[in-house]
């Protein structure tokens, strides 16, 4: 991709609003940019923007806000472990430890790929990158999710086949996951369980569907860095 000038960075968005485009390179608010719009500041490719949901495609356009271009960012990619007692958003209404903190010298703006609840823990990838993180995230790229799974007692064979052939959560059926036993326990089960969707709390709820709560979840990095 051909160089945008010396301006502000601006992330990757294929046909995205011109407000949205302009905050995700860190120069104000959506709000602030409709302001800067309705007041001449944004220009693509040389011509004022006169309509704040104006869709581009920033890799085919050259945008200005007051007369300096914005241009590609450099893609940062994370792979940290994710402690048990961390949110996995950007900020927190009831103030509880976001992952971000664990990266306190990082000052570029990254976004969590996929979710690990607040008691979970292991493999997340913080990036700035819109394309690959829609890569790993829509389940029509069937991106590997991995995970090990501490549940209560024993799962019968037919438990395990159920969650391997999908089952049906909020009303939809789950894709075919893969499943391995790990170690046997007196009172619990480790077990590996590969999926490739990542719906909220979906392997905790796979696991209670059959009558085996999670105790402990840990998601493990793969090739694709699940």
Same mark, same amino acid.
């Given at each position: ?7 502000? %960075? ?23 940019? $409709? ?9 693509? @490719? ?11 495609? %920033? ?5 200005? &806000?007051?007369?300096? /271009?914005?241009?590609?960012? #450099? ?11 961390? +949110? ?8 509880? %430890? ?6 306190? $010298? ?5 976004? %969590? ?10 493999? !997340? ?6 394309? !690959? ?17 501490? +549940?209560?007692?024993? /799962? #019968? #064979?037919? @438990? !395990? ?6 089952? &049906?959560?909020?009303? =939809? =059926? ?13 009172? +619990? ?13 979906? +392997? ?23």
């Amino acid at each position: 991709m051909t160089g945008r000038g010396n301006g502000v %960075p601006c992330p990757l968005f294929y046909m995205e609003r011109i407000q949205k485009i302009i905050a995700h390179a860190g120069i104000c608010s959506r709000r602030k940019a $409709e302001e800067y719009i309705a007041q001449g500041r944004v220009k693509v @490719d040389g011509k004022p923007v006169t309509q704040p949901g104006l869709k581009v495609d %920033p890799e085919q356009v050259v945008i200005t &806000v007051d007369g300096k /271009p914005l241009r590609e960012e #450099k893609k940062i990619y994370i792979l940290l472990h994710k402690p048990r007692g961390y +949110v996995t958003t950007m900020s927190d209404p009831q103030g509880r %430890p976001i992952v971000t903190d664990l990266l306190p $010298e990082i000052k570029e703006r990254l976004f %969590p790929v996929g979710r690990l609840d607040l008691d979970s823990e292991g493999a !997340l990838l913080l990036t700035n990158d819109g394309a !690959l993180a829609n890569q790993v995230l829509h389940p029509r790229f069937e991106v590997n999710k991995t995970y090990e799974a501490t +549940v209560r007692d024993l /799962p #019968k #064979k037919s @438990d !395990l086949q159920r969650l391997e052939q999908g089952i &049906v959560l909020d009303g =939809k =059926k789950t894709w075919p996951a893969q499943l391995r036993i790990l170690k046997k326990k007196k009172d +619990v089960t480790v077990i590996e369980i590969i999926i490739h969707e990542g719906k909220k709390r979906q +392997v905790r709820k796979m696991f209670q569907a059959v009558g085996h709560p999670v105790i402990r979840l840990k998601r493990t990095p793969t090739a694709g860095c699940s």
